[in-house]
């Protein structure tokens, strides 16, 4: 499996950025597709996922109504639009994947086995 992410750059506080992750090497029909991110001196953190075969979408609390994340079967991506960002937005955003995760587990880093490299996210005041 690879995942590349891409998207990143700055933004000023309030505006908008849509970050993709192209999925390859597997079908990813009964995946589980995650974004999580990392500020400096922070553990990384859960964002959103989105399981692949139904569409259901989960989000962290401190993201929910500002982002979206939706996926496209023709083009194996996923997406994550962010609006209204916040200088706490700021990190690293890694997108994940894996198979048969569970709901209670989805927001664990350690559930994901495939990363993509990161893409940096830069809100500024």
């Known amino acids: 499996v690879q995942l590349q992410a891409s998207g990143g750059g700055l933004v000023q506080a309030g505006g908008s950025l849509r970050l993709s992750c192209v999925a390859s090497?597997?079908?990813?029909?009964?995946?589980?597709m995650g974004w999580f991110r990392q500020a400096p001196g922070k553990e990384r953190e859960f964002v959103a996922a989105?399981?692949?075969?139904?569409?259901?979408?989960y989000y962290a609390d401190s993201v929910k109504a500002r982002f979206t994340i939706s996926r496209d079967n023709a083009k194996n991506t996923v997406y994550l639009q962010m609006n209204s960002l916040k200088p706490e937005d700021t990190a690293v955003y890694y997108c994940?994947?894996?198979?048969?995760?569970?709901?209670?587990?989805?927001?664990?880093?350690?559930?994901?086995?495939?990363w993509g490299q990161g893409t940096q996210v830069t809100v500024s005041s």
């Open positions: 989105v399981r692949w075969s139904s569409g259901s979408t």
């Open positions: 090497g597997r079908t990813f029909s009964s995946y589980v």
């Open positions: 994940a994947a894996d198979r048969a995760i569970s709901s209670a587990t989805m927001g664990l880093a350690r559930s994901y086995d495939y």
